[in-house]
């Protein structure tokens, strides 16, 4: 039988919010364990669930009166890159000669 979306989900906000690894996903607290969250966030993306599941509760919150935008900010800087992300290249001096010790 298939996991319930809602224990997918909650496997996936803990992964967010705890910053723990998909194997550390405690499936008895959250309804599936972290492979089936990680599969089951993998094939939402490819359907384009996020967008929709994102409208549903903005617009709850708009028609509650409860949503103000005006003081709204979106960062995600707080939010690990658990593959990795972009590797910098060694940046090169430009200056001439190596610089005097500080020591």
């Known amino acids: 039988m298939p996991t319930d ?5 909650r496997g996936m ?8 690894s998909w194997k550390d996903v405690p499936a ?17 993306i ?3 669930v996020w967008p929709r599941l994102h409208a549903v509760p903005l ?3 708009r028609k509650a009166g409860l949503l103000d935008m005006d003081d709204a900010a979106v960062d995600a ?3 690990r890159a658990l593959k990795g992300g ?15 010790s500080t020591i």
């Open 5 to 9: 979306d809602r224990a997918a989900l």
């Open 13 to 20: 906000v803990h992964v967010l919010c705890k910053g723990v």
């Open 28 to 44: 008895e607290r959250t309804g599936c364990s972290g492979v089936t969250a990680w599969r089951r966030l993998r094939d939402w």
């Open 46 to 48: 490819e359907v384009c």
């Open 59 to 61: 617009a709850e919150l």
């Open 77 to 79: 800087s707080h939010v």
């Open 86 to 100: 972009l590797i910098p290249d060694l940046r090169r001096s430009t200056g001439h000669g190596r610089a005097e």
